[in-house]
Structure formats: C-alpha cells, structure tokens
C-alpha cells in the first residue's frame, strides 16, 4: 500500500496517494504502533504528500512527528532521521520559511557528509537545496562554492541526473547575480536545456524546477 502511494506521489496524483497513505499508516500504527520505524516511513510519506497537495500545516506536523520519534529511536545522526530533517526544510520552503528550514538543511548536510560520504547522491541533493535557499536569501557567495561542489559530485557518479541540471541552472543563476556574465550563460542555458530533456525522471514534487530554471534562463536573456 505505501510503495503504491509513493508511486502515486511521484507522479503527482496526490489523490490516490493519500488514499492508500493513510490505509498503510492506519495499518502500521495499529499493528506496530506509533513509534515503529516502519511506521514512521509511512508517516514520513503521507507529509510528503500533503507537501504536494499544498496542505503545509498538516505536511509540517507529520514531519516534525517523525523527526522527533526518528531522534529517539534511531539517533540523531541515522541517515533516516537526517532525511526527514530535510524533508521538513523543504516543506518550510515552500513557504518562504527560510529561517527555519536554513539550520535543518545545514545540520541534515552535516550529518550526511559524515554518514553517508560528500559524494553520496543524497549528500549532493543535500548541496543544492541548501544552495538553493541561500540563493533565495541573496548570499550567493556562499551558494557558488557548494553548488560546484555538488555539480563536481554529480559529474562523477551521474552525469545524466537532473540533479546535475539542477545544479548547473542554480550555479548559473548566482554567477549572473555576481556579474560573472559570460559563464553564467552557458549554465544556465545547459541547466534548463538538460532539465527538459530529463523531464520523464523528475518526480512531480520536484516538476517546477523546470519552469524556475527557464525563467532564469528568460530572465538573463532579457537583461543582457
């Protein structure tokens, strides 16, 4: 029932993917109870949901209930408690709550780089995000550096993942915003060029990365 939901998920048809989340929660909370970690995969999952289906609040009380039941029972350094740690960040985000997100995607960056590796696929997702909301909050001296990092990352284990656009698109945008022009362009036009190409492998959570990475590429274009 859960892993039908995530694919529901993926492909955005949050509908049917609340359907069957909520069966495999009911399921697992009333068989294993609240504090399984099973069961908090599936709570995770049904956040993840509501994130798609706009409904903030709600996303953002399962996520924060899920990290505090994964601290307990896993630690706070386990590569599954980071994840959600990362999944509420990105639920914050969503709504302009760059404070709070900013430490939750810092420390789960930490965390993962000593967990899993710098050159983890999860590690370097970790990279962009954070690089991402500094480039929201205009610090793009500080983006620049972890998006080559990621982009580096990328290049190595994955070279065709839309991550790796993603990042080039991101990368572009904070050279421009530091007047880096003529390497800007280049990024910024493979970023959103690849993205499109990738358009098949983004999950639907993620599908507005490709508008964002166009209207850089538009945005660039018409000012220069």
Known sequence: MNDLARTYREEGRYRQAEEWSLK????????LGEQNPVTLNAVGDLALIYRGERRYAEAEAL????????????GPANPDTLASMSDLALIDEDQGKYGQAEPLLTNALDGRRRALGGSHPKTLAN?????????????????EPLLREALAGFENIDPINWRRYQCQSLLGAALAARRSYSDA????????????????AIPASS??????????????????
């Open 24 to 31: 495999a929660v009911a399921a697992w909370r009333s068989q």
């Open 63 to 74: 996520s924060a209930q899920v990290i505090e039941g994964r601290r307990k029972i896993l």
């Open 127 to 143: 990279m962009i995000n954070l690089a991402e909301l500094w480039i929201y909050k205009r610090r793009y001296s500080a983006a």
């Open 185 to 200: 362009e280049p990024l910024l036009t493979a970023g959103y060029r690849g993205m499109l190409a990738s358009k098949a």
């Open 207 to 224: 599908a507005r990365a490709i508008e964002e990475a166009g209207q850089r590429l538009a945005e660039f274009r018409n000012s220069h």
